[in-house]
Every structure is written in structure tokens, then in C-alpha cells.
């Protein structure tokens, strides 16, 4: 039975990027890793796909037969895919491999956020063990009030995908380690954090300390793994933990978010 691991993250957070890097460490582990591309509207992809959602719905297509702009038209594909799902959920069944990494669109929002997305990646899973990986760009996370927004979106993703999750902290290259260093320490010590955040104008209009209190340890249950997808930063780190996952022996797609604890 092969493990699922399904790539979430807003556009250009490096999901196709990650994709690939993790399938050639798994290959260089000696374990056999399929990939599956759910985008598409994908143009110029890092790796050779073994199933491909743009050999059912080709997002361009969709976009000139129906008169559609961009957005439009991945709406679109997204249900025109949902309709052709047994046949691509019997594809995904027929591989061969170890683990199977599914890509997703670039547009989270149309993807996640409306009925078709969580259908699609419940039917290629299929009940089998899964793993998401939300990707947050470390440009977004290095100022504590952006850091929140994404932690919060980090957690809405899991609400409506429904795997046990881990965040990764994506691009660790593009910033300083003490800058890393400092958002890893906010994970783990939220009294710093929630300091940080209280002094934000943006965060006190909505929240109070206590709002903080209670709202911060729930958004911190997940793992923060600094990555770089480009530099195989901290890819060790994240083989460990997918297997800490799927190793664990729980019932991953269920009806309840199930976060790491
Ligand atoms: N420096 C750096 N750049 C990265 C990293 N990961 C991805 N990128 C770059 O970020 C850009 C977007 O990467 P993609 O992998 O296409 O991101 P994506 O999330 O698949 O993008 P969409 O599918 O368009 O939403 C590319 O130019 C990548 O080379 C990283 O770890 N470090
Ligand atoms: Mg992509």
C-alpha cells in the first residue's frame, strides 16, 4: 500500500518545486516515488509526472472553449476534474510505488476552499495513509503578524483537507538562519510570540492577550519544519517527520482535522 503525500501551499510557495525534490530524495533513498500532478493550469513542471490531471483538463483549454478568465477557468477544471475522478482515481490506484506525492494547483484558495478539492484528493487516497504539507514562504513568516496570518490559513487548509498535517517554513534560504532561528523560537515559545504580536496595531484591533492566549497554542500544534525545497535544506528533517506520521498507526483522513500533537 503506497503513502500519500499531498503538497498545499499559496501560489508560488514552491509546491512543484518540493514535489520534485522530494520525490528524487526518495528515489535516492532507494524507495519508489510516483508523482501526481493535480494542476492544471501548470505550464513548465520541475519533474515527469506518472499521473497527470492535464491529460484529462487542460486549464488553458477550458479557459478559450468557455470564454473564461484565469480564475474562471481553474474553477472550472477543478469540477470538470471532479467529474472525471474515477477514471483518474484509477490511474493513481494502478502505480506502483512506495509513496505517491500529489502536486496541487497553484490557486489554494480555488482548490481548498470549494467542494471539489478535498473531493479529489478523499477519492485518490482512498482511505490509504496520508500526509499533507502546508508550505508557508519564509518571506511571509519573518515579520510575527504575517507569520499568524499564515499559521491561521496553515490551519483552515488542514480543517477542510483533513490530514494530519505538518507546516513546513519554506525558502530558509532567502533569510538570515538568525531570522529562521527566531520563527522556530516563536513555535516553541509563544509567550515571545504573543509579546511580539500584542505590540502590532493590526493584531490588537481584532485580539487581546487573552484572545492571544487561547488562540496561539492551537495554531502551534503543528510541526514547524525549516525547509529549503531548492537547497535540500532540512529535507532529513522532514523524511523523519512524514514518517513519524505515517509510521504512528492512526486512521490520517477522517472526518476531524487531526493535527500533530
Ligand atoms: N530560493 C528559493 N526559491 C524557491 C524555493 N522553492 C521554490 N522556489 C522558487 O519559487 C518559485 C515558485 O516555485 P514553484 O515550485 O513553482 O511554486 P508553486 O507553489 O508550485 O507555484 P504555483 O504552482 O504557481 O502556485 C520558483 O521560482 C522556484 O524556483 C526555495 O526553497 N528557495
Ligand atoms: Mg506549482
Redesign the pocket.
Known sequence: MPYFIVIL?T???????LTATLSDYLSYLNLDAAIVNL?PAAENLKYKPDVDVRDYVNAREVMEKYGLGPNGSLIVSADLIAARLSEISEEVSSLKANYIVIDTP?QLELFAFREAGPLIIRSLISGQKAVSLFLIDSILAEDPSSLLSSLLLASSINLRIGLSQINLL??V??IDDSEVKRIIEYMENIDGFIESLCSRREVAILWDRVDLEALIPRLTVYELIPV????WIGIDELYAAIQRVIAGGEDYLTEEPSPIL
Open positions: 501551499g501560489a508560488g510557495s514552491g509546491k512543484t518545486t494542476d497553484g519554506n525558502k534560504d532567502l529549503s525545497a531548492t537547497n
